[in-house]
Every structure is written in C-alpha cells, then in structure tokens.
C-alpha cells in the first residue's frame, strides 16, 4: 500500500492545497494531511479551525486522514507506515526550498519526496497571501474550499 504524508502549515487550507491532495489520490493509496505544529510560529487560525477546515472537506474520502503532529514529518512518516512525502510546487522559490527538505529527509530515513506542480491558476495562491487579504477585509474567497469560505 502506497501511503504518503502532505505536510503543511494549512493556515489555512487553500484551493491549489485541495487540488495537489486530489490529483495524488492517483498516485497514492492514502493521503494523511499532516498540520505541522511549531511552538514558534504565530498562526491565524488555531489548530483545531485548521484541523476541522481539512477534516469537513475531506470527511466523505475514505483515502485522505487527518493528522497534527510536532517533531520531524520523517519521524511521522515512520509512525504512519507512510513511505513519500508529497508536496507542491508553485514557482522556482518552492523548487529550492524543496530540494533542500527533500534531500535531508531522504539522508534522514529514506524517505522519497514527490512533488505535484501546481495549476497555473492556483499558482499565486498561497495561505500567507489569503491571511493578508482576510485580515484586511478583502475577498479571499476565491482562493479557499466552501469550508474555510463559511
Ligand atoms: P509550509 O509552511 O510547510 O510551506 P504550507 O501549508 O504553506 O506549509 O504548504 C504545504 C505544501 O503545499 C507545500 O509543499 C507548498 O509548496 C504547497 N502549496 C502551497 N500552496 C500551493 C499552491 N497554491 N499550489 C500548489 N502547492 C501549494
């Protein structure tokens, strides 16, 4: 059984981070969306707005879970019997971000990162840029599922 883990912050969950976990359905067996819990980061929404975000979304998919972790996502792939970490690409900033992770994860414990480019409609979209617009009253809709819209 192919099982991956997408790790992210999910503050929140946005359109091009929906569209990665659906076309990896393809690839994987399972899909655990994995929000990374960091003492020093300040978030906007708290850990359990973004848990139930992604858990009423996905609530009909038997194949996509739901995990927070804290610690090393290789340590929670071991956990999980998972064997990939997916991620997405939007521009070359994330491509070198990316190598850099995914090569210390793979010297760490083996782990191989599978990386989805994004469409070229949710390529701008990030969970920062959706933070700035919410926090100055814009319209983020179209950039987040009904779920985070409601
Ligand atoms: P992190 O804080 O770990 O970067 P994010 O929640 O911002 O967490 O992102 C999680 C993953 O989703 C990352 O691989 C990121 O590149 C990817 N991602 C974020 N926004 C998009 C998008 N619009 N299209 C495709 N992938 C995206």
Known sequence: ????????????????HVDIIYRSLELFDEVIIAIGVNADKKYLFNLSQR????ATLFAQESRIKVVCYEGLTVDLCKKE????ILRGLRNTTDFEFE???AQANTKLQGIETILLYSKPEHAF????????????QGDYSFMVPDTVRE
């Open 1 to 16: 059984m192919k099982k991956a883990v997408f790790p992210g912050s999910f503050d929140p969950i946005t359109l091009g």
């Open 51 to 54: 848990e139930a975000f992604i």
């Open 81 to 84: 019997g998972a064997q990939y």
């Open 99 to 101: 190598k850099a992770i």
């Open 125 to 136: 979209i990030s969970s920062s840029i959706v933070r700035d617009v919410l926090r100055n």
